[in-house]
Every structure is written in C-alpha cells, then in structure tokens.
C-alpha cells in the first residue's frame, strides 16, 4: 500500500472565506500515485473547516449567513474572556465539519454530482493548513 502527505497552506485576507480546493487535492492524488484508496482532507486548525458541497456563488453567501445566524461573531463568548476574539469561529467550525474522505477510483476522486471540497475559514488573516493524506494502491 502506497502513502502520501501534503500540507495546503492558505492565508485569507478576510476573517471569513470559502475556497474551493478540489483541484489542489486532485494534484496531490496524481502526485500520489494512488489509483485505488482514499483521501483524507482535513483541517489542521480550530478555527477553520473542510467540507464538500456544490460550488454555487449563491449556495455559499447562503452558508456564510446561516453561520453567522447561529454564531453571530459580535456575540459574548466566554472564550472571549481569555483575550480571543474568534469564539463565534470555532461554533462554526463544529457546524461544519472537521475533514472529508474521498474515494480514490482509476486515478480520480469518487464524487456524486456537483461535489466539491472546499476550505472553510472562520477566523482568517493568517497561515492555517490543511493535511491532504492520500493511502492505497
């Protein structure tokens, strides 16, 4: 059985951002050498996300405001209380998920229509990875 590891390092301008990285996920799995298996995309930090859905502009906006309808960022957060100000960041990150696992089949990702793997950020504006690890054969 093969293995591979790669880190995806992102740094948003913006506290919160949605990318789409399925064609950085789809390189690491041809650098891999894996044709049958899986991969795990997994966010390595808090306060950030990895989930699948469709890449649709109008599905995204609707992401970002039902997240801050159920964690508005001014609300109080004891975590807050500690000199953190991202409290409402990492509600977020737990409605949304902590990583993804993909089949790897002929070479390719195993997705159902319109699937994509996106990187959610909730407290950006500065370097936070993500783990791509592939396994297989």
Same mark, same amino acid.
């Given at each position: 059985?093969?293995?591979?590891? $790669?880190?995806?390092?992102? *740094?948003? #301008?913006t506290r919160?951002a949605?990318?789409?990285?399925?064609?950085?996920?789809?390189?690491?799995? #041809?650098?891999?050498?894996?044709? %049958?298996?899986?991969?795990?995309?997994?966010?390595? +930090?808090?306060?950030?996300?990895?989930?699948?859905? *469709?890449?649709?502009?109008?599905?995204?906006?609707?992401?970002?405001?039902?997240?801050?309808r159920?964690?508005?960022q001014q609300?109080?957060?004891? +975590?807050?209380?500690?000199?953190?100000?991202?409290?409402?960041? +990492?509600? #977020?990150?737990?409605?949304?998920?902590?990583?993804?696992?993909?089949?790897?089949? %002929?070479?390719?990702?195993?997705?159902?229509?319109? $699937?994509?793997?996106?990187y959610? %950020?909730?407290?950006?504006?500065r370097?936070?990875?993500?783990?791509?690890?592939?396994i297989?054969?």
């Open positions: 059985m093969k293995s591979y590891r $790669e880190e995806l390092w992102f *740094d948003t #301008k919160r949605y990318l789409n990285i399925t064609p950085l996920v789809e390189a690491a799995v #041809k650098k891999s050498g894996v044709t %049958e298996g899986l991969v795990l995309v997994n966010a390595m +930090h808090i306060t950030a996300s990895v989930y699948i859905n *469709d890449d649709e502009p109008g599905l995204l906006k609707d992401y970002d405001e039902f997240l801050e159920m964690a508005p609300a109080t957060y004891r +975590h807050n209380e500690t000199g953190e100000d991202n409290g409402d960041a +990492h509600i #977020k990150r737990q409605l949304m998920g902590r990583e993804v696992l993909v089949a790897i089949t %002929e070479g390719r990702l195993d997705f159902g229509p319109w $699937e994509q793997i996106f959610g %950020e909730f407290d950006g504006r370097r936070k990875r993500v783990l791509v690890k592939v297989g054969e």
